[in-house]
């Protein structure tokens, strides 16, 4: 059965605005969502959707780095950015993170199989399904989550690091934004589940169907893309959600 919580990407970097990741298009890898597949016109069909708006004022708060227990998407994304090559998400050091953000949206739509039909039918999405085997993907951006004038200071715990305490200096950030730090996405993937009620012929070729297939990753999605998975908590919302690091 699909989970109800909603699911989440990080990006890598505080370098994505809304310019570059863009609801209604259709990518083909969830590490490169600044890269879609999709044209221009169909972008601006599907970003012409009158998408939901949640808005919200004066984030902040402390969050460290660890695998105990749920922390908030944003703090996962400062987490994650601010860790990089140093460690592993998964490693004994910790990172202790205050932040606070002036401003943070989400920007969502739901699509309709209409949009599944448009989005496939978009000449470069047609030739990757064609050409892309019996399990070939793309995503189409649902949503996006943007923050402004951010500030983040992070300081780096834990056994060996530094030689005062265990303790390294305090790194100080700020970002102006707009700034994209995570989207969702919904799967769209060649038909596979005979009599599935979600699926549409490609321009009535039997040959090329294609499903819905929700906005998680299965387990041999997370092990094909080389990526993680954790629980998480909707700044916004306080609701529970998926979280995929890249």
């Given at each position: 059965?699909?989970?109800?919580?909603?699911?989440?990407?990080?990006?890598?970097?505080?370098?994505?605005?809304?310019?570059?990741?863009?609801?209604?298009?259709?990518?083909?890898?969830?590490?490169?969502?600044?890269?879609?597949?999709?044209?221009?016109?169909?972008?601006?069909?599907?970003?012409?959707?009158?998408?939901?708006?949640?808005?919200?004022?004066?984030?902040?708060?402390?969050?460290?780095?660890?695998?105990?227990?749920?922390?908030?998407?944003?703090?996962?994304?400062?987490?994650?950015?601010?860790?990089?090559?140093?460690?592993?998400?998964?490693?004994?050091?910790?990172?202790?993170?205050?932040?606070?953000?002036?401003?943070?949206?989400?920007?969502?739509?739901?699509?309709?199989?209409?949009?599944?039909?448009?989005?496939?039918?978009?000449?470069?999405?047609?030739?990757?399904?064609?050409?892309?085997?019996?399990?070939?993907?793309?995503?189409?951006?649902?949503?996006?989550?943007?923050?402004?004038?951010?500030?983040?200071?992070?300081?780096?715990?834990?056994?060996?690091?530094?030689?005062?305490?265990?303790?390294?200096?305090?790194?100080?950030?700020?970002?102006?934004?707009?700034?994209?730090?995570?989207?969702?996405?919904?799967?769209?993937?060649?038909q596979h589940i005979s009599g599935t009620m979600r699926s549409t012929s490609l321009g009535g070729e039997?040959?090329?169907?294609?499903?819905?297939?929700?906005?998680?990753?299965?387990?041999?999605?997370i092990d094909d893309l080389d990526v993680e998975t954790t629980q998480g908590i909707d700044d916004q919302?306080?609701?529970?959600?998926?979280?995929?690091?890249?």
């Amino acid at each position: 059965m699909a989970s109800m919580q909603k699911s989440y990407f990080l990006v890598p970097t505080w370098d994505f605005s809304p310019q570059d990741i863009v609801l209604g298009s259709v990518i083909p890898h969830i590490k490169c969502p600044q890269r879609p597949l999709s044209s221009e016109s169909l972008i601006e069909q599907l970003d012409g959707h009158e998408a939901s708006t949640v808005e919200t004022k004066d984030i902040s708060g402390v969050a460290r780095l660890s695998t105990d227990g749920d922390a908030g998407l944003f703090a996962t994304f400062v987490q994650y950015v601010t860790a990089g090559g140093k460690m592993s998400y998964k490693s004994k050091a910790s990172l202790e993170v205050k932040y606070s953000c002036g401003q943070m949206e989400t920007h969502r739509f739901s699509p309709s199989i209409e949009d599944v039909n448009a989005a496939v039918r978009d000449t470069r999405i047609r030739e990757w399904f064609k050409m892309g085997g019996y399990r070939a993907t793309v995503f189409l951006v649902t949503g996006i989550k943007v923050v402004y004038n951010v500030s983040v200071t992070t300081s780096e715990i834990g056994p060996g690091v530094g030689i005062n305490h265990g303790k390294h200096e305090p790194c100080k950030q700020a970002f102006e934004g707009p700034i994209v730090f995570a989207f969702g996405a919904e799967k769209i993937r060649k038909q596979h589940i005979s009599g599935t009620m979600r699926s549409t012929s490609l321009g009535g070729e039997a040959d090329l169907v294609v499903e819905k297939a929700g906005g998680e990753l299965d387990e041999d999605e997370i092990d094909d893309l080389d990526v993680e998975t954790t629980q998480g908590i909707d700044d916004q919302t306080g609701e529970a959600c998926v979280i995929t690091l890249p």
